[in-house]
């Protein structure tokens, strides 16, 4: 009977022991502006993957508060409608601006009964405007340390023109228009997560079936199909650090990302953390060189300007499914890398959160260190 007792107080050392470490760990303050204009409803997905790592890594507020998925600016959802949450006008005060998500709020969205993905509708709201962006900007060309972070969706359509231009220049990135996304099943009547649109606008008899990428072009509409089996070996798509990022995050992600990302290139080589990596055949290359599609592609750059450090992931990084309530534990993200491995979460668990620890941490440092 004594050794059970001793196995109940050792069993309940190692379980509270995570979360003593946690609280035990310090707080650190930042003050996040999060902008998401892609807020339907109230789960707020395309920031709650943000909220939650923000509060599991122990940052608060200037209130000493911790985030609340409330805690943005863009689009609120209220009452089956959606209106504007104005973005600052003075960002001044913020040390972290986050650009979650810019596409937009469109009717299809607040139809709760409607079975597929992205079907044609107005928009309601969406877009970054270009003063919103001169906004963003004049934070980052002040004399203050800042960080910036933007991910996919966030200069694509419906982004003015105006917009998209002047932040590629800015960000020192390029793009033609490419998004794409890899489908375990390219069969549209088997797989309602296919965009009603990119059937719309292909110009031939949509016949696709099994696995493949689907890529789609911003400006002219296009639509380009790559099979696997037929112009790519393996399914999927990953992360492969550059020395660089490697030197920041440590080894590459073996976890496929598994949705939409833009095909973006950097105006330096020495900015890129990050290139996405497919199996193309030969077939698969033909057929990419013939649409002026890049070959390899970056998926995190990182420059800086100025006091500035700033990222652009090339996808929706931070946008998860099911996340728990409780983070209050020490290595609850390396936890939960291993028990979320193959399912649709694990790119947050392994890439995700590893690489936001890495930048806030550095950055913090940096910031405190001015002080």
């Known amino acids: 009977m004594k050794r059970i007792y001793i196995a109940i107080i050792v069993l309940l050392v190692i379980i509270s022991l995570p979360i003593l470490l946690w609280f035990l760990a310090p707080q650190k303050q930042l003050n996040v502006a999060i902008i998401d204009k892609t807020v339907p409803n109230d789960l707020y997905r395309e920031h709650q993957g943000l909220v939650w790592a923000l509060n599991h890594l122990k940052y608060e507020k200037l209130n000493n508060e911790e985030y609340e998925l409330t805690d943005y600016f863009g689009t609120k959802p209220k009452d089956h409608k959606v209106e504007s949450i104005s973005l600052p006008q003075d960002y001044s005060d913020f040390d972290v601006i986050y650009l979650a998500d810019s596409y937009g709020v469109y009717e299809e969205d607040l139809k709760a009964s409607s079975k597929r993905f992205g079907a044609r509708s107005e928009k309601i709201i969406g877009g970054l405007e270009l003063r919103e962006w001169n906004q963003i900007a004049r934070r980052l060309l002040s004399e203050e340390k800042s960080l910036f972070i933007a991910e996919f969706n966030s200069f694509a359509s419906p982004t003015p023109p105006e917009t998209k231009n002047a932040m590629l220049e800015f960000l020192g990135l390029n793009w033609e228009g490419w998004v794409g996304r890899y489908f375990t099943e390219l069969d549209y009547e088997k797989n309602n997560e296919i965009p009603s649109w990119i059937v719309e606008r292909f110009q031939e008899n949509w016949n696709y079936e099994g696995g493949g990428f689907i890529l789609v072009n911003d400006f002219s509409s296009e639509v ?8 790519i070996s393996e399914a999927g798509i990953r992360l ?9 995050f440590g080894k590459s992600p073996r976890t496929n990302y598994e949705y939409w990302f833009d095909i973006i290139t950097s105006d330096s080589e020495d900015t890129v953390l990050a290139n996405y990596k497919w199996s193309l055949t030969e077939k698969g290359e033909k057929l990419l060189t013939e649409k002026s599609i890049p070959l390899s592609f970056s998926a995190v750059v990182k420059n800086e300007r100025g006091n500035a450090d700033m990222y652009y ?5 931070n946008d998860v499914g099911q996340l728990p309530k409780f983070y209050q534990a020490k290595g609850l993200g390396a936890f939960y890398k291993v028990g979320q491995k193959f399912s649709d979460d694990a790119f947050y668990w392994s890439t995700y959160l590893p690489m936001m620890n890495s930048i806030l941490k550095n950055y913090h440092a940096k910031l405190h260190s001015a002080k």
């Open 224 to 231: 380009v199909v790559l099979e696997l089996n037929h112009h």
């Open 240 to 248: 492969e650090y550059t020395q660089e990022g490697q030197s920041l």
């Open 313 to 317: 992931f090339a996808g929706d990084y």
